[in-house]
């Protein structure tokens, strides 16, 4: 027997299955919900109606956000809210913190990659012709992942109040083992752009202390928790530093500018500075944290950047230093290089 004859047949068009349109509507409508109670606080009743369904599907919705790993928060009244990390930010405003990071991770040697994925994150708010444009000029630094494992550590012992246990080389090399800090603050030096840590050393000194992140080692979790303390205001503690360090004896540096430094002065934005007289040249006061020697440590580079722009007034003792610098400077290199008799 041979093969049947073929038959000219059309195919049929499947209807589309009425289960699969359900999940689909619903799917849509979740997030749509999710938006809605991230956005503010809703009713049940004020949902049912914005969804044109009945109030109980919606709280099956919301039950459903739930096993979904959202944070539902029940209000009185029938009203849900999810909390959102974090804020949508305006176009300017995502343009200015992508440009901050940049900076830092691109002259800062520390936390390469948590900068780097922030970058990413803040470039996901503008138009794609952007995005590609700001994520493509993001250089790989070559940094070391040290400073990102301690600021990890960091990150869990203030997010879950946990003292935080390590050891400290200080600037003179001496290894201060033992130190455990209930952190406070985290603080971006404008000097060097380096993360430092501020918070109650407990077990030394039983005082507020900076610790840079660079020079943190052996970090653990401490088993004792801790509460933030309500008296501290970190715009206080850094009201007169420079960079990260503040001091409870804080002094005033009267500068004068000369005038081809004037303009940029004029500027501004520089911290805790009053301008105090024009004459074509320009005087400045700042106002900066001083060490235990009485120096402001972290104004002095700013100073010296000046060159012969800028000469310290006042006081005395900042204006010696300051000259002592420069003689150093001028007796280490003012000698002419040798010649090449060969």
Not at 110 to 118: D, E, M, P
Not at 144 to 155: I, Y
Not at 220 to 245: C, M, N, R
Not at 246 to 262: C, I, Q, W
């Amino acid at each position: 027997m041979g093969d049947p004859a073929p038959t000219n047949t059309i195919p049929t068009l499947r209807t589309p299955n009425p289960r699969q349109a359900k999940t689909w509507d619903k799917a849509k409508r979740l997030s749509i919900l999710l938006s809605e109670l991230q956005a503010r606080r809703c009713t049940t009743a004020d949902l049912a109606r914005r969804f044109d369904v009945g109030q109980r599907s919606i709280q099956r919705d919301i039950d459903a956000l739930r096993r979904m790993g959202h944070d539902v928060v029940e209000h009185a009244g029938q009203a849900y809210s999810i909390p959102r990390n974090g804020t949508l930010l305006r176009p300017a405003e995502a343009l200015a913190a992508y440009a901050a990071i940049r900076l830092a991770h691109h002259h800062s040697p520390a936390l390469n990659s948590h900068y780097r994925h922030a970058l990413h994150s803040i470039s996901m708010a503008l138009p794609e012709r952007i995005r590609h444009t700001l994520n493509a000029s993001v250089k790989d630094t070559g940094a070391t992942p040290f400073a990102e494992r301690q600021l990890e550590q960091v990150a869990a012992a203030w997010m879950d109040g946990r003292v935080l246990n390590f050891d400290y080389r200080r600037p003179n090399g001496e290894l201060e083992t033992g130190n455990e800090l209930c952190v406070y603050f985290i603080e971006i030096s404008r000097d060097n752009l380096a993360p430092y840590v501020i918070g109650l050393e407990r077990r030394r000194r039983g005082q507020v202390r900076t610790f840079k992140l660079s020079r943190m080692a052996n970090l653990s979790l401490h088993q004792d928790t801790y509460e933030p303390d309500p008296d501290f205001d970190p715009k206080a503690f850094l009201s007169d530093a420079w960079g990260v360090i503040g001091s409870e004896n804080p002094l005033t540096v009267t500068v004068r500018f000369a005038a081809e430094a004037a303009y940029r002065v004029l500027e501004g934005g520089f911290p805790n500075a009053t301008l105090i007289r024009r004459d074509g040249c320009v005087e400045v006061e700042f106002r900066a944290g001083t060490d235990k020697t009485g120096l402001p440590r972290e104004l002095m580079p700013f100073l010296l950047g000046w060159g012969p722009r800028a000469e310290v007034l006042a006081p005395p003792h900042v204006r010696e230093a300051w000259l002592a610098e420069l003689r150093e400077t001028l007796a280490r290199y003012d000698t002419p290089p040798a010649r090449n008799t060969a």
